[in-house]
Structures are given as C-alpha cells and as structure tokens.
C-alpha cells in the first residue's frame, strides 16, 4: 500500500508539539477535515506499517527499552509511538530495532529513571489507535452506534481491494499464526541483548531485579 500521504500527514504532525497530548488533538483536527475515504485510507495505512513492525526483534527492544518486560498491549502503544517518531526513524527500527539508541527521542527517554518516567514520557501513544476511528464520526456525522462498523468496514475493503489490485497485500508483511514474524529471544538475557541490541542494552540497562532472574535460569 503507498504511504507517502500517511508519513506526511505524521511529519505534520510531529510539528506542532512534542508531546503526544497535542499531537493528538492536532492530527484529529487534521483528519476531520478530509474526506471520509482518505480517512479510512490512514487507517489501512496505519495498520500496514505496524504489522511490519511486528516482529519479536522490535518487542525484544520494547521490553528492554521498558526494563525487561512489554506486554502485548504495551507494544502496540509502543508502535504506535514509533509511528510518530516519523517515517525514518520507524522504517530503521523495523530494519534494525538497536537503530533506535540513535533517536533523540530514545536517548532523552534514557536519561531519565524510569520510575520517573511521566504519562507523557512513556514511550507509547494509546490514542492513534482509535483517532481515525472519531475523525470518521466527526467527519461523516455517523450516529454512535453506526460509525464503528461502517468505519472498520471501509478500512477492511480498501485492504482487500488494494491486495486485489495487487499492491502489497494487506497481509503480506502480518504476522503469522503464531504471533510476530522472527524467533522470540529474551531481553533479559544479557548475553543475548548484547549481540542483538549492543546500543540499547547500553543505554537500558536492566534493573538488578531483571539481572538477577536471568541469572537464576
């Protein structure tokens, strides 16, 4: 599926306001003011560039980055944050989840402890999920009980037309039955996290907790 219009539409975006809060209110704005289809076609967009990143290698990252553990909800929220850390950025982290120690965002987020970390700091935007989603409602006028169903419908529909056109397909690069696409590797081992992720295992390191279980295994 192109995307082009989707990473532009996020490079807006990343230009007013650095935190997610205001990201937020600004892309919904944004998208309320498209037509309905270029609505849904973000969303088929958005849901094409997380399925590719949805490999073991990049949750192997999350749960490092997070201090040992990510769970399955956490990870998509965390995609969802690397989304709007901007195109390059994203495509380097599929490529090579251990890019992402060269993010500034990644590294500011290092400095800081992570009992500290704020509902802003948190490497996750929960609200992307469901913006196109409300964008839809607003834009179409859709009753509440109308506008989920017709909205997803539309978004299943472009997938499926784009895949018989054939573009990538909508579930060329999804995972499989099993889960996200490569081998589940731990990011409590140490040794491990060293081959796989050098930079991030650096500047995450684990907390004594995480260590020590390793070192009972």
Do not use: K
Not at 13 to 31: E, F, K, M, V, Y
Not at 103 to 126: C, H, N, Q
Not at 131 to 145: E, I, P, Q, S
């Amino acid at each position: 599926m192109e995307t082009d219009s989707f990473w532009a539409l996020i490079e807006d975006c990343r230009t007013h306001g650095s935190g997610t809060a205001r990201r937020t209110a600004w892309l919904r704005d944004a998208l309320t003011r498209l037509p309905a289809r270029r609505i849904v076609r973000f969303q088929a967009c958005l849901e094409c560039v997380t399925d590719e990143g949805h490999t073991w290698n990049l949750w192997a990252a999350a749960d490092r980055i997070f201090g040992g553990w990510c769970s399955d909800d956490a990870f998509c929220c965390f995609l969802w944050w690397l989304v709007g850390l901007g195109r390059p950025v994203y495509e380097a982290a599929v490529s090579d989840p251990d890019a992402l120690a060269r993010a500034p965002e990644v590294r500011r987020l290092s400095e800081l402890p992570r009992a500290d970390w704020t509902g802003e700091d948190r490497p996750r935007w929960d609200a992307l999920a469901e913006l196109a989603h409300r964008a839809y409602a607003d834009a179409t006028g859709a009753a509440r009980d109308d506008w989920r169903g017709s909205f997803c419908t539309a978004v299943e529909r472009l997938l499926a037309a784009e895949a018989d056109v054939g573009a990538v397909a909508a579930d060329a690069a999804a995972p499989g039955p099993d889960g996200p696409w490569g081998r589940r590797w731990s990011a409590l081992d140490e040794a491990e996290c060293a081959r796989r992720l050098p930079r991030l295992s650096a500047l995450f390191p684990l907390p004594t907790a995480g260590r020590a279980e390793v070192s009972r295994r």
